[in-house]
């Protein structure tokens, strides 16, 4: 298994930009699914975006467009490039790994088994 590691949240203004990592030490990535999702507070946890084989991608509808997930194999790392940040935008975000899945289930995230610890990203109005 991977284990993720997040970085790279903050306090940012509307329309403003962040770029999250996710170092995943153990196997190499390429091999895994990696994750976004976010859980803002009192709402449940919910899939951002994914990466498999390093370049098929998938997105929430609420973040196509303005968020991109791309990986560096040769770092172990999987970013979040979000720009024009909302505020409903605003939760903490969590990366997870998974085995190889189908694109039905690339948003389950009972299907990742391992998961960071979370950042937070903060998005003022």
């Known amino acids: 298994q991977v284990q993720p590691v997040e970085s790279g949240g903050g306090l940012v203004r509307v329309g403003g930009s962040l770029r999250l990592s996710c170092k995943a030490s153990?196997?190499?990535?390429?091999?895994?699914?990696m994750g976004w999702f976010r859980q803002a507070p009192g709402k449940e946890r919910e899939f951002v975006a994914a990466?498999?084989?390093?370049?098929?991608?998938d997105y929430a509808d609420s973040v196509k467009g303005r968020f991109t997930i791309s990986t560096d194999n040769a770092k172990s790392t999987v970013y979040l490039q979000m720009n024009s940040l909302k505020p409903e935008d605003t939760a903490v975000y969590y990366c997870?790994?998974?085995?190889?899945?189908?694109?039905?289930?690339?948003?389950?995230?009972?299907?990742?088994?391992?998961w960071g610890q979370g950042t937070q990203v903060t998005v003022s109005s």
């Open positions: 997870a790994g998974g085995p190889l899945l189908t694109t039905p289930q690339i948003n389950r995230r009972n299907k990742y088994t391992s």
């Open positions: 990466i498999r084989w390093s370049t098929s991608t």
């Open positions: 153990g196997r190499t990535i390429d091999t895994y699914t």
